[in-house]
């Protein structure tokens, strides 16, 4: 799974997640993509599904490039314990994305079968996207 090997800080505070993204909105790597149409934190988890369910489609044909890593460490309290004593221990990762934020691209495949991984992608992760190719 994705995770840094050091960080500055152990905990994060948790921020908005709002705004355009400028840098990340085309295409550098690959002829077909997934960009984001809304802002979310996505985990290191969902990243991991979505590259096996667009590799197993690509039936090891093409090239993917995963655009995102999840950074940010978010903390959790274990169940049942009295507020109070402090922030919880990090438990897992995750990237925040902001609205037009390219998260995966691909290259060597048909454009049919980028759409059908494409479309398999989006139902695993917890914000819409759409598809895109370069042009």
Known sequence: ??????????????SRVKGIESNTNQLRFGQFGIKTTAAARIPARTIEAVR????????????????VFPDISVTEKPAEVRMGKGKGSPQYWVCKVKRGTILFEFDGVTPQLAKQAARLADSKLPVKTRFITYS
């Open 52 to 67: 096996r369910v667009i590799t197993r489609k690509f039936r090891r044909l093409g090239v993917i490039w995963i655009r």
């Open 1 to 14: 799974m994705l995770q840094p090997k050091n960080t500055k800080f152990r905990k994060f505070q948790k």
